[in-house]
């Protein structure tokens, strides 16, 4: 039997009891928790530490960043691995797998001027205009050609987040998983952010949409609790050292200021998007506008939220036989 994962729970998602086993708390305790320690890091860490701020002006900035802000404001920081020495000490390699349009990566590159960092998607979302030298993009089909176009050991930490919707579970436990262990060094970190579709203090329409676009991923062979599956799927890779957890409850809606608003605005694009959620569902375009709507107001009433989960491991040198 492997280790036991360790769940850091800094906002009270899911306390450890002391046999180990996280508990689940009640959706009111949750609501509670996520009210209080988030409207908490508002004003706190403006001021204990501004540099993960979320910025004043994001209208118009497109939602792949705008989500960017947000999770490295609620974490505070755009990682959580204890990569920071190795990646200041020079000539360290950072791959950002599923990047999107590149804002993680930009800023990492930034804030390490001596790594050499890699992102890489399926899509060419990336920015035109980068003047950082050590960033660099490539396009790649992950879907396609399930090898990533790598060495083995070539990255001393990797980095992936939100790619529930765009890699099935059966990719993530054989493929996906195992390649990026396939990548990192020997005794170097590998970090991954996932969100559950669930969201708690539901009412009706809440748990209507959620529950369709559940089936919906369900139907394409995507897991929408891929977060529960990804711990163990890095522990089947046989080369991984113990599996550290932090959760996050993020408020949805007006009530919970400005994170709130941007963490609606965030959702209720994502369900606008999806086209063919409606069909699905087997209403009408205008209807299904109407239920998003109806979604915008009951978050609201309930005082809704929702959780993101940020798993970060090292690559062990070898398997130690104590540990499988």
């Known amino acids: 039997m492997g280790p036991r994962i360790s769940r850091l729970d800094q906002d009270g998602v899911a306390a450890v009891a002391r046999n180990g086993s996280p508990r689940r708390s009640s959706d009111e305790e949750r609501r509670k928790s996520a009210e209080e ?22 209208k118009g900035i497109p939602r792949l960043e705008v989500q960017h802000y947000l999770m490295r404001f609620l974490y ?19 791959l950002d797998l599923g990047c999107g349009a590149g804002t993680w990566a930009i800023e990492v590159a930034k804030e390490f001027p001596s790594a050499q960092v890699i992102g890489v998607d399926i899509t060419n979302f990336f920015p035109s205009d980068v003047t950082t030298p050590n960033v660099k993009f490539i396009l790649h089909n992950f879907q396609e050609r399930k090898r990533l176009p790598f060495d083995d050991n070539a990255f001393d ?63 394409k062979g995507y897991n929408p609790k891929i977060s529960e599956k990804l711990p163990h799927y890095l522990k089947q890779t046989n080369n991984v050292d113990k599996i550290l957890q932090f959760d996050k409850a993020i408020p949805l809606g007006h009530w919970a200021g400005r994170v709130g608003d941007l963490a609606i605005e965030d959702l209720s ?6 086209k063919e959620l409606p069909q699905s569902m087997g209403v009408t375009d205008e209807e299904y506008q109407n239920l998003v709507s109806e979604y915008k107001e ?27």
């Not at 505070?76 to 950072?94: C, H, Y």
């Not at 694009?269 to 999806?274: A, C, H, M, V, Y």
């Open 37 to 58: 320690k988030v409207n908490g890091h508002a004003h706190a860490h403006r001021e204990d530490n501004p540099k993960f701020d979320i910025p004043h002006h994001l």
């Open 157 to 219: 930490f990797v980095h992936m987040r939100f790619l529930l919707a765009d890699v099935k579970e059966e990719d993530y436990q054989n493929t996906l998983i195992p390649e990026l262990v396939r990548v990192t060094k020997p005794n170097g970190w590998i970090e991954l952010l996932e969100f559950d579709v669930q969201h708690y203090s539901e009412g009706p329409v809440i748990r209507r949409l959620t529950n369709s676009l559940s089936k919906h991923l369900q139907s």
């Open 298 to 324: 009951e978050v609201e009433e309930r005082r809704t939220f929702f959780r993101t989960h940020r798993f970060f491991t090292k690559k062990i040198s070898k398997i130690n036989p104590e540990k499988s």
């Open 269 to 274: 694009i994502l369900f606008l998007d999806s």
């Open 76 to 94: 505070q920081g755009n990682f959580s691995s204890p990569i920071q020495e190795t990646l200041n000490a020079g000539n360290a390699r950072v």
